[in-house]
């Protein structure tokens, strides 16, 4: 079984900086493409930033500039680096993966989001 693990969200103020952790866990034979999504509530899903397992990366308009996502595939873990935050960046932000398991089979994952507040 495979599982996302997300931690790292919080109450930060204006201007702040916070740093997202997806760990995946299981029976992993590879984890291909990542990606950090965010939601607000009465608002649609929106991409954040995406990693491929080469290291290509790709960042929304909105937080090019302040946001850097990154992964470390010896611990199979992606993050997401916020600077500059401002209250709009304020949502639920979600990991997503790619994953093959140990017996061949591709499958899309979630994890179950954690919480990013920015407010003064």
């Known amino acids: 079984q495979v599982q996302l693990v997300e931690s790292g969200g919080g109450l930060v103020q204006p201007g702040g900086s916070l740093r997202l952790s997806c760990a995946a866990s299981?029976?992993?034979?590879?984890?291909?493409?990542m990606a950090w999504y965010r939601q607000s509530p009465g608002k649609q899903r929106e991409l954040v930033a995406t990693?491929?397992?080469?290291?290509?990366?790709h960042l929304a308009n909105s937080v090019q500039g302040r946001f850097t996502i990154s992964r470390d595939n010896a611990k199979n873990t992606m993050y997401l680096q916020m600077n500059s935050l401002k209250p709009e960046d304020t949502a639920v932000y979600y990991c997503n993966a790619d994953i093959i398991t140990e017996t061949t089979e591709m499958y899309e994952y979630w994890g179950q989001g954690t919480q990013v507040t920015v407010s003064s």
């Open positions: 299981g029976n992993i034979h590879s984890v291909y493409a």
């Open positions: 990693i491929t397992s080469g290291g290509n990366t």
